[in-house]
């Protein structure tokens, strides 16, 4: 339950601290877009703070490339695709995987990446490959399945793998001329496996500040503050206002199964391009559970397909444009027809706004 009171002393600390300029703040996790939405926490900051979203959404990131090829694949009837629902209904120049199931394409939605592991087992003569699309907070638990199958001796089990990871995402926003970031609204989930220190690039080269955040409107409204306070004392850095869900050092033990799977390689981002070292593939030990080897697949696609005409995500999750900016919003683009991934995922920007559009917020 939200404490009023405490929203009411947030809101006037913020007022007080307030620059009175106009000040971009970033949220880079999706569930901080939700809880911003739902919570109707713009409608309640200063008309001259805003908060903007950015690539925190893994299923809205993922390239137009790997959502075809993954499309090609389920639609060769060679495997059985496992995914999680998100993905279910993203659309590729053909349809989605929700389409190929109506078609007779196996399609299974799961809940962990173990559960497709045990569609495996239960399909001995059958391919399962599990899509796996996250960032570095989902990485590890698919690991985790890869190190498990290679434990059972399963050798009908892969893993497509569009991980990426965020703080190569920061610093691309940071260069990109177009993008007006002050400081950010760190992601509280990722970081409670990375930890603080892969974000001190921010402050020290970017002179950007940044606030790991928790997930409720105190918690927001507390980050906000506290970019505030590095603002006005010209010290940005990188600080947890998510103290009670992680440790300043992440988790290491997460850190270690992921590692031992996976590996950078360089990765192409809806709105971002290719940047180098920002996504995963699986280590050559683990290549015959690598799907994009095992079916002869390009690990990294060497340009960019066409994107989906009318669909602005890329500027969407660049922050340089709101969803109702974009031509299709509400309009050739809703939650039940999506153009994009944004107004498909239950993480994406466009969803958020759209299902909150009308919430005037009552907190204060």
């Not at 593939?281 to 960019?304: C, H, I, M, N, S």
């Not at 809703?334 to 239950?346: D, I, N, R, Y």
Request: glycine residues 10%; contains cysteine.
């Amino acid at each position: 339950m939200v404490d009023k009171q405490k929203v009411r002393y947030q809101l006037q600390e913020i007022e007080r601290m307030n620059p009175c300029k106009q000040i971009n703040l970033m949220e880079v996790c999706g569930t901080h877009t939700h809880a911003i939405g739902k919570s109707g926490l713009r409608q309640l900051l200063p008309q001259n703070i805003n908060l903007i979203s950015g690539p925190g959404c893994p299923v809205c990131v993922t390239d137009d490339w790997e959502i075809e090829s993954y499309l090609d694949l389920a639609r060769q009837g060679r495997v059985i695709i496992a995914t999680f629902g998100d993905l279910l209904k993203v659309p590729g120049t053909r349809g989605s995987l929700a389409d190929a199931r109506g078609d007779g394409i196996r399609v299974s939605v799961v809940y962990s990446p173990l559960e497709a592991l045990t569609l495996a087992q239960n399909n001995p003569t059958a391919e399962v490959v599990f899509l796996g699309a996250g960032f570095e907070t989902t990485t590890p638990v698919v690991a985790m399945s890869v190190l498990e199958a290679k434990e059972r001796g399963l050798k009908n089990y892969s893993v497509f793998s569009m991980h990426k990871l965020v703080p190569p995402a920061l610093a691309a926003l940071l260069e990109d001329k177009e993008v007006n970031v002050d400081g950010f609204i760190l992601p509280g989930h990722v970081s409670t496996i990375i930890g603080q220190e892969p974000y001190q690039f921010l402050s020290r080269d970017y002179g950007k500040g940044g606030v790991i955040a928790g997930f409720e409107p105190e918690d927001i409204l507390e980050t906000v503050g506290m970019l505030l306070a590095q603002m006005n004392q010209g010290e940005p850095a990188i600080k947890i206002q998510y103290h009670r869900g992680m440790a300043p050092e992440g988790n290491a033990v997460a850190r270690e199964a992921a590692a031992k799977v996976f590996t950078p390689e360089d990765a192409r981002w809806r709105g971002l391009g290719l940047l180098p070292e920002s996504g995963l593939r699986l280590r050559r030990e683990y290549e015959r559970f690598d799907a994009k080897a095992k079916f002869g697949l390009p690990q990294v696609p060497p340009t960019a397909v066409k994107v989906q005409p009318g669909c602005a995500c890329g500027e969407i999750l660049k922050g340089i444009k709101k969803p109702h900016q974009c031509r299709s919003f509400g309009r050739a683009c809703t939650p039940m027809e999506p153009v994009g991934p944004c107004m498909v995922s239950s993480e994406g920007t466009c969803a958020a706004y759209y299902r909150y559009a009308e919430y005037q917020g009552e907190l204060a």
